[in-house]
């Protein structure tokens, strides 16, 4: 996990409510995080940047394994592959401009969204330039090249595009992906899906024959935004599934107790940042873990 918080990270630098100002004055046991980005690798030398959040430089000294390889510039980032097209998961991108051509694996609408909305892209070209491969999301399988022994499944989910995107009203399947990634030695099988906020049936079969589910923890209640004063949509209109309520994550969950199950994507006013809240010890309870920066899963 290179980053475990919802965009902003923990504290978002503008915001003093809650348990951000608690950390500011350090009279929380919560501890700081930057925006949601993970590396999965084979053989903990190749790589697949999964997102680029605005943190990655960050992120990167501080995780060993994509620091420069021996020679005056490297890195044991093999490839990057986008979820979405949204600013907490792509901006990172100009960070990683001093590099060599980006292989860069997205669904052909966060492509358009990338050269048109919110053209990176066509700014990458003035630099590093960008190696785009399109992500089949009917394809029961594909492999990056870069990043051995891993093999990737994407999976659509409901999702709105950004703000800036050229059909902000009227959604596209590939907007926002889910990503089945099986280690082709062991089998073992993680889906991640960091927006992941309308489970159906078929997300749910995948769930069942998935050894770690790393998922949406963004918000702990539906009106969490509203009722600390800092925002005016709820949840579900910004396509997030909070985990409290009959409906909610923790109860989608509950259905799969043999696997390994873990939030991400945590936003700066979600209680369950708070190792003492009655939240976190609900979601504990519940055999639900919260991920944090450095945190490694290995299956």
């Given at each position: 996990m290179l980053g475990s918080a919802a965009g902003g990270g923990f504290?978002?630098?503008?915001?003093?409510?809650?348990?951000?100002?608690?950390l500011h004055e350090g009279s929380t046991r919560a501890t700081a995080r930057t925006q949601s980005s993970i590396a999965v690798s084979a053989d903990y030398q190749h790589w697949l940047l999964v997102n680029a959040s605005p943190d990655v430089r960050q992120q990167v000294l501080d995780f060993p394994a994509l620091r420069p390889a021996p020679g005056k510039r490297?890195?044991?980032?093999?490839?990057?592959?986008?979820?979405?097209?949204?600013?907490?998961?792509?901006?990172?991108?100009?960070?990683?401009?001093?590099?060599?051509?980006?292989?860069?694996?997205?669904?052909?609408?966060?492509?358009?969204d990338l050269t048109t909305g919110l053209p990176l892209f066509n700014v990458l070209e003035h630099y590093c330039g960008v190696d785009w491969h399109e992500i089949d999301t009917a394809a029961s399988s594909f492999t990056i090249d870069g990043v051995p022994r891993l093999s990737f499944k994407a999976v659509e989910l409901s999702s709105a595009a950004p703000p800036y995107s050229p059909h902000r009203g009227n959604p596209?399947?590939?907007?926002?992906?889910g990503l089945i990634v099986t280690d082709d030695a062991t089998g073992?099988?993680?889906?991640?899906?960091?927006?992941?906020?309308?489970?159906?049936?078929?997300?749910?079969?995948i769930a069942r024959e998935s050894d770690c589910l790393l998922v949406d923890g963004t918000f702990y209640t539906e009106t969490e935004m509203i009722d600390q004063g800092v925002g005016v949509k709820p949840a579900a209109e910004m396509?997030?599934?909070?985990?409290?309520?009959?409906?909610?994550?923790?109860?989608?969950?509950?259905?799969?107790?043999?696997?390994?199950r873990v939030l991400i994507h945590i936003n700066n006013t979600n209680p369950i940042l708070d190792p003492n809240s009655p939240e976190r010890a609900t979601v504990e309870n519940a055999g639900v873990e919260v991920a944090y920066d450095g945190m490694e899963i290995q299956l």
């Open positions: 504290p978002q630098w503008n915001t003093n409510v809650g348990l951000n100002h608690q490297g890195t044991g980032i093999g490839a990057i592959l986008l979820m979405d097209s949204q600013i907490d998961h792509a901006t990172g991108l100009i960070i990683l401009r001093e590099g060599d051509t980006l292989p860069i694996w997205s669904t052909r609408p966060v492509y358009e596209h399947p590939g907007d926002n992906i073992g099988t993680l889906f991640y899906a960091p927006g992941l906020g309308a489970p159906d049936e078929a997300i749910a079969a396509g997030h599934l909070p985990q409290s309520g009959e409906n909610g994550m923790l109860a989608w969950l509950a259905d799969f107790p043999s696997t390994r």
